[in-house]
């Protein structure tokens, strides 16, 4: 009989992971120990530029929330951020499909669409419809994303790599019109990074060619970047699936740097960003230098994470685009302080 056990075990532990199904996997997976939900965006409206940011985490029953807004003919930044125990009424998220809230913000997949709603009383209310304009992304094996060599140094990450963005920002009274395009990534799992991990640095980039890039670095002490830093690449549609990117075929490299009047930490300000088998040559500058979150009230992180502009090459030829960029551990922590085994 226990010969049958071992048998039986050895068995399970060699089934393949299976990739995730949707819309069931957008939801929440409590057997995950650490579960995140992230919404990043450039929008226009009244002549006007705006970025922003809303990520909803889980860290087994608890449910924290940061907001960020980026008005860049202002050159100014704001952010807020919410905790509580998952509770009805309070925070949570179905695990039946996409539906995550704290308080009054919230993320709901109304059939084909996203409905987002987030705010701050001195921002306004910002509520957004998102509509795919393409499908999601598994990155990693069947959407399996290492981060490190160990057996809880992984998460299943998925992304909806663009959006088209419709809505409105009010505040007293008064309503701007928004439309712009949006990012969506979802990770879910053990939440350990590898020893001697930093921090990172993330990347998502969305071409004028109607391409996309996600990047990211696992930043190891001295700036060197892990074997098991990595990106996709999402060609525009009807140019094919999407393709894995090895690091091999990542040149990256800080230009100029801008250091925090509040932490004191000291960025990359702006990135040199070339992939080799892209023909690509970038350039990638914040729209507004402080775009830095301390959130001693929720995660404990002090991290970057703002709207940029894309300017470059593909095969010698100009392309544009927007970005998020997010820069971790530059003030000592890595993210979300969180992820440490």
């Not at 951020?81 to 993320?107: C, M, R, Y």
């Not at 775009?291 to 090459?313: D, F, H």
């Amino acid at each position: 009989m226990n010969g049958l056990r071992v048998a039986l075990l050895s068995l399970l532990l060699a089934a393949p992971v299976l990739p995730p199904s949707f819309p069931r996997d957008h939801g929440s997976h409590p057997e995950a120990a650490v579960e995140w939900w992230y919404y990043t965006g450039h929008l226009d409206g009244a002549g006007k530029a705006y970025g922003f940011q809303l990520t909803f985490f889980r860290a087994r029953d608890l449910h924290l929330a940061h907001f960020a807004w980026t008005d860049v003919a202002a050159g100014t930044f704001a952010y807020d951020e919410k905790t509580h125990l998952g509770l009805p009424g309070i925070a949570g998220a179905s695990q039946t499909g996409l539906d995550v809230f704290n308080e009054d913000w919230s993320v709901r997949e109304e059939k084909e669409s996203v409905h987002l709603i987030a705010g701050r009383r001195d921002i306004g209310r910002l509520e957004l419809t998102l509509a795919p304009a393409k499908l999601p992304v598994l990155h990693g094996g069947d959407g399996v994303s290492k981060k490190g060599p160990g057996e809880k140094e992984y998460s299943r990450y998925v992304s909806i790599t663009r959006f088209s963005a419709t809505g409105a920002l009010s505040r007293n009274g008064s309503r701007t019109a928004l439309s712009g395009t949006a990012w969506f990534d979802h990770e879910w799992g053990p939440g350990a990074l590898p020893a001697g991990a930093a921090g990172w640095d993330w990347f998502a980039l969305q071409l004028s060619d109607g391409s996309e890039v996600m990047l990211y670095r696992i930043r190891l002490e001295g700036a060197k970047a892990s074997p098991f830093s990595a990106g996709t690449f999402v060609p525009a549609n009807g140019g094919g699936p999407p393709r894995p990117i090895a690091w091999s075929d990542v040149a990256l490299a800080p230009l100029t740097t801008w250091t925090s009047p509040r932490s004191k930490a000291v960025y990359p300000a702006a990135w040199s960003l070339a992939i080799r088998s892209l023909g690509l040559e970038t350039r990638v500058t914040p729209l507004v230098a402080d775009q830095e979150l301390v959130t001693e009230k929720s995660t404990g992180v002090t991290y970057w994470e703002g709207a940029c502009r894309v300017e470059g090459k593909s095969y010698g030829r100009p392309i544009g685009g927007r970005a998020y960029v997010e820069m971790t551990g530059y003030a000592g922590r890595d993210v979300p302080g969180l992820l440490k085994p």
